[in-house]
């Protein structure tokens, strides 16, 4: 081949590469990203995933216990036979000082374009999470299921078998990551409502409590993660006039120092109140403790430009229904809803919000819309055996499980357990059972 014609064909590749599997990288719209996200977290199968890595998984492995950070490697992607020549991997795991610690199976992350090259059906990225204290292999997906059904911005997901190199790392639930794409997807572009910041919640510094009126008072950049730990700022992050946190700390300004009459006539056009409400009621049926109400984790705050007020995103509920206790519960199964937080720190989000008489009844009003809509056994029954039907053969092929199959089944039944941690269907028969005796007369 001529050289001449070599730099044609280089020329050419170059330009249908954004091209392949139908994806564009600048000149998507909204509809082509709303279609992808149906594609890509599809419930009604098990995706098959395949990477191929430059030098092994092991290597990427041993490269993360060797430094305690999980560095991205460019490799293959394929899912459900579409594929990519270049994608960001890295493992999801704990940033250390030192070495990495090791684990039988590693959650994972995929960044599409981080390497420059397409994304995957109008996706930036997603996480392939190990399902690590939750042996029923099902909370993740049920409680993203409830908190969308009742309106709360949630993160779309489904189960995934993944492969690297020709072998299997095993069964995942594939998750939709809370970005920019997520919120231009809920939101739209209209009045740019998907240009606004959106904050992470990386502990310690996450209860929204007032800290100063500076920048730096809300972050800590001597903690491990790459962004530092606080309330982190994950969009216009190089943008002098929108990463000086102003908005931020005008927001817990006002919920922290207001006075009562000013904050029930005000917060709301600083807050979608309602959307929290809902947050709060399906949190607490769920006993979502890993998020704001028990370990002030998981969450994110968008603040939206079109309609000026910041909006509560939960995040990552693998840990909810009767597997992370509750200090301050009233009941094995979690909190009341008279008194939903699970440790006597400060949640100014929560007590102040509930304090206003009106706020308070609507959100006792969602907790029984859950349990009567969402949260019954026979609903949730119905799921689990749905999904039952397409994992229950993989769990044994599963090189890396973290559970046996027999000890998956027991997870996802009814048997009450004498482990800590409740079964699945225990959890859900126990806990809409106390919660509608306990609303039932109000």
């Excluded at 564009?24 to 599809?42: M, P, S, W, Y």
């Amino acid at each position: 081949m001529k050289r001449h014609d070599r730099i044609l064909l280089a020329a050419l590749t170059l330009f249908l590469l954004p091209m392949a599997c139908g994806k564009k990288t600048d000149t998507d719209t909204l509809e082509e990203l709303r279609a992808g996200i149906e594609t890509v977290f599809n419930p009604d199968r098990v995706a098959q995933i395949e990477f191929t890595t430059p030098r092994g998984f092991a290597a990427i492995v041993g490269a993360y216990i060797a430094s305690g950070r999980p560095a991205y490697v460019d490799a293959g992607f394929k899912m459900d036979g579409e594929a990519l020549a270049s994608v960001g991997l890295r493992l999801r795991a704990p940033v250390t000082a030192g070495t990495g610690e090791s684990e039988t199976k590693y959650s994972l992350r995929v960044n599409f374009n981080y390497f420059g090259g397409p994304r995957f059906h109008q996706i930036d990225r997603i996480h392939l999470g190990n399902n690590k204290k939750d042996p029923s292999l099902m909370r993740q997906i049920l409680a993203a299921r409830i908190y969308r059904a009742m309106g709360v911005p949630a993160s779309h997901n489904t189960h995934a078998w993944v492969k690297a190199d020709g072998s299997a790392l095993g069964l995942y639930t594939l998750t939709e990551l809370v970005d920019k794409r997520f919120v231009w997807a809920i939101y739209g572009d209209k009045n740019d409502a998907h240009e606004g910041n959106l904050y992470k919640c990386e502990p310690p510094g996450c209860d929204l409590t007032w800290k100063g009126s500076s920048k730096s008072d809300y972050l800590d950049a001597t903690c491990l993660e790459e962004d530092g730990c606080g309330l982190v700022l994950k969009t216009n992050e190089n943008d002098p006039a929108r990463n000086n946190y102003a908005d931020l700390i005008d927001f817990l300004d006002f919920l922290n120092h207001a006075s009562d009459t000013d904050f029930a006539a005000g917060f709301g056009n600083k807050f979608e109140v309602d959307t929290f409400l809902r947050y709060l009621a399906v949190a607490l049926v769920l006993a979502d403790n890993d998020g704001y109400l028990g370990s002030i984790d998981n969450f994110y705050l968008y603040h939206r430009p079109d309609t000026g007020r910041f909006v509560f995103i939960p995040w990552d509920s693998h840990k909810s229904m009767g597997v992370r206790n509750c200090t301050l519960a009233a009941h094995p199964t979690g909190a009341s809803p008279e008194n939903p937080v699970c440790t006597a720190d400060a949640r100014p989000l929560v007590d102040r919000v509930l304090a206003v008489p009106a706020w308070r009844e609507q959100y006792l009003q969602y907790v029984r819309e859950v349990l009567e809509n969402h949260f019954t056994p026979e609903k949730i029954q119905a799921q689990i055996d749905e999904m039952e039907t397409r994992i229950r053969d993989l769990i044994p092929q599963d090189p890396n499980s973290l559970v046996t199959a027999q000890e998956h089944a027991v997870a996802i039944s009814n048997a009450e357990s004498y482990t800590g941690d409740m079964n699945l269907m225990e959890f859900v028969e126990k806990r809409h059972a106390y919660l509608s005796a306990l609303l039932g007369g109000k």
